[in-house]
């Protein structure tokens, strides 16, 4: 059986084998992880489609893999080899341990010899997540370990390496790793949008008690109504944005060439921040969604994205992007256009700041929001009313339900 690459859409022309998990003789089981191809916008893993021998491997690990191109082989008529089964006996029964964890787990796992019936499992019915093997992974970096390593040797991955300074306080030590593939990407396009958009960016500031007082009144009823899906801030910008698109419709547009590309539907982009950086999947038809789908969609993706799990069609496409910096503190910023959309919203940390209302000054929990837009296309007054449409349903949030 050919294992070959996926089919890439295209706006990707290829993508960097970066990791075998097999080896050419290994015996290998269906939906065993085989590969990692790594794209511009996501890491593809590889698995095996059928039980088999991996009798040949055509691309190796840094090899640029094109669209469908064949990756390895698997001998099918090949017999497994035989196993034996660690049993625990428990007075007079038998039984078998099986380590519920998710596949990101069990490759991070892995890669650095962890054994996963000693981690604790945080997931759902104690399913070992990827974050777990990260903490455990932690504890471990902090306990002296029993030899010296060479930083030299330290082998570059996902999770954030050890402090240099942590490996010999006297060394001047320094760790040269390739840029991946994402991150090379986002520099590029980073800078190609300094280059070619005419970007200009409004700040504004909504009052959040709205919202807030809302959170409080109806949280438990919405939790229970929905699943456990909490109501949180973000589907509130989603849904706000959406009604301010639809008021002006320059904003959910791209430019291609010299055309004007107005979109009729609303997929809303929200940045998710990664170790591996910054992913934006798309919440597609967000007007057509109640706020608990947003926040289900939102909870996916997060998830996904911290696992590595986020599929290239997740991630394309898109016309308006939201982006909160406020988790990390921020409290005002410039974001940058995802091309080719032509605007971008930046949510900020909510603080309690002196306002003035009827005359007195009183303390409101207050967001900076700012909108970055290409000048090229949204002129200041549109991206300014466009702005101040979104305070006022954030700070009356009746207008977003009424579409007011």
Known sequence: MDIKAPKFPESISEGELTKWYKREGDFVERDDLLADVETEKTTIEIVAQSDGLLDKIFKHEGDTVESEELLCTIDESAEAPSSETHDVEIGTSV???????????????????????????????????????????????????AQEESPLELEASETPPVPLTALDSSARVERRVPMTRLRATIAKRLVEVQQTAAMLTTFNEANMDPIMRMR????????????????????????????????????????DGDDVVYHGYYDIGVAVSTV??????????????????IEDQIVEYSEKARE???????MTGGTFTISNGGVFGSLMSTPILNPPQTAILGMHKIQD??????????????????????????????AVQFLVTIKGMIEDPARILLEL
């Open 308 to 314: 590595n799990k986020l599929s290239i069609d997740e």
């Open 353 to 382: 700041r002196p306002v003035v209302e009827d005359g007195e000054i009183v303390v409101r929990p207050m967001m900076y929001l700012a909108l970055s837009y290409d000048h090229r296309l949204i002129d200041g007054q549109e």
């Open 95 to 145: 039984e078998v341990h099986e380590v519920a964890a998710s596949p990101a787990a069990r490759k991070l796992a892995s890669e650095h010899d962890i054994d996963l019936s000693v981690v604790n499992g945080t997931g759902r019915s104690g399913m070992v997540t990827k974050n777990d093997v990260e903490k455990m992974l932690g504890e471990i970096r902090t306990t002296p370990p």
């Open 276 to 293: 591996r950086g910054l992913v934006v999947p798309i919440v597609r038809d967000a007007d057509a969604l109640g706020l608990h789908q």
């Open 216 to 255: 409080r009144q109806y949280q438990d009823e919405f939790v229970a109504r929905h699943n456990g899906t909490r109501l949180g801030f973000m589907s509130f910008f989603v849904r706000a944005s959406v009604e301010a698109l639809k008021r002006f419709p320059a904003v959910n547009a791209s430019l």
